[in-house]
C-alpha cells in the first residue's frame, strides 16, 4: 500500500493495488513516507472506503478511542444481519470519546428508548452491553448504564439498511426538519456549517436519535434541570438559538422538550460551532 498523506501520528490514508483508499492505525506511523509503500508490520488495523470527512475527523480521536472502536465493531459485524457503514468506527469512537467526555464533566442523560431498543435491537442492545465492560476495561471508566442505548443506536445508524427504519415520508420530515434547525443555527450563531463536513454529520445522528424520541412521546428527564439553567446562563446565545430549535421540534411533533433535552441540544449546538468545518459568516450573534 502507498500512502497518500498522514492523518496524525498514528493514521495515514493509502492506496492499495487494487485502488481502493485505506486508512492504516497503528503506533509509530507518523514516520511513514508520503508516496512510498507503507510498512505493514506497524499497521495495527486498516479502513476501507472512509468517507473523507470522517477521515478528517480521525485528526481529533486518539488511537485508543478508535482501537476500541474497532474492537466492537468486529464482534458487530460478525453478529448483525446487515452491512456496517465503512464509517462507522470512526463515529462510535467519537461518540464513545464524547461520552467520557460528558461523563467526566457530570453530565449524564438518562435513555427512554431503552426498552424498546432492547426489544426491537436485541443483538445490538447486546453487543452494546458487552461494550461498556471493554470501556472500562481499556479507560478505566464505568459509564452508566444508559450509554448502552447510546451505542446501540449507533451501530443501528451506522446500518447500510435495517429493520425498523422510518418511512420515506417520516424520513423526509426529518431531512426538512434537519435543514430548518441547521439554518436556524447558522442564523442565531454567525456561522456557516459544512454539509458535508462530519461536524454536520455528527449533529444530524444526535438530532435524529433526539427526534425519535420525542416522536414516540418518550421525553428525557432527570435531575439535570439544575444544571440545564446553569449551562443556559453560561451559554445565552446558544441557549437562545436552542429555544428556537426547541419551538421548531415542538411544532413538528407537538411535543415540548424538557430541560434535559435542550442541556442535550446546548452541548451539540455548541460541538458544531466550535468544529474546524464551521467557518464565521460575518454576522454577529446577540451575547
Not at 14 to 28: R, T
Not at 61 to 89: C, F, H, K, T, W
Not at 159 to 167: D, L, Q
Amino acid at each position: 500500500m502507498i500512502v497518500l498523506k498522514r492523518i496524525n501520528n498514528n493514521a495515514v490514508l493509502c492506496i492499495d493495488p487494487a485502488g481502493h483508499q485505506v486508512v492504516a492505525l497503528g503506533k509509530g506511523l507518523a514516520h511513514c513516507t508520503v508516496g512510498k509503500d507503507i510498512d505493514l508490520n506497524l499497521v495495527d488495523h486498516t479502513f476501507y472506503d472512509v468517507e473523507p470527512r470522517y477521515v478528517e475527523l480521525m485528526r481529533d480521536l486518539s488511537l485508543d478511542y478508535l482501537e476500541v472502536s474497532a474492537q466492537i465493531v468486529n464482534v458487530a459485524r460478525g453478529m448483525l444481519g446487515y452491512d456496517l457503514s465503512p464509517n462507522i468506527e470512526v463515529a462510535l469512537a467519537d461518540h464513545i470519546q464524547f461520552a467520557i467526555q460528558r461523563m467526566r464533566e457530570h453530565i449524564y442523560l438518562s435513555a427512554p428508548l431503552s426498552y424498546d431498543l432492547q426489544q426491537n435491537y436485541p443483538l445490538e442492545y447486546k453487543i452494546a452491553q458487552w461494550s461498556l465492560g471493554l470501556i472500562r476495561q481499556h479507560f478505566g471508566v464505568a459509564l452508566p448504564s444508559n450509554e448502552i442505548s447510546g451505542i446501540a443506536m449507533c451501530l443501528i445508524n451506522g446500518a447500510y439498511s435495517s429493520a425498523g427504519a422510518s418511512s420515506s415520508d417520516e424520513a423526509e420530515k426529518q431531512d426538512s426538519l434537519l435543514e430548518q434547525i441547521i439554518s436556524l443555527i447558522e442564523s442565531n450563531m454567525g456561522v456557516s456549517v459544512n454539509r458535508e463536513g462530519f461536524g454536520f454529520a455528527r449533529f444530524a445522528t444526535h438530532l435524529q436519535y433526539l427526534i425519535r424520541r420525542v416522536a414516540s412521546g418518550n421525553s428525557i428527564s432527570s435531575d439535570n434541570s439544575e444544571m440545564y439553567q446553569m449551562a443556559a446562563a453560561d451559554n445565552r446565545a446558544v441557549s437562545s438559538c436552542v429555544d428556537a430549535i426547541a419551538a421548531l421540534i415542538s411544532s413538528a411533533y407537538r411535543q415540548s422538550l424538557t430541560d434535559e433535552e435542550k442541556l442535550y441540544l446546548i452541548l451539540h449546538v455548541n460541538r458544531i460551532c466550535s468544529r474546524s468545518d464551521v467557518a464565521p459568516s460575518g454576522n454577529n450573534p446577540s451575547a
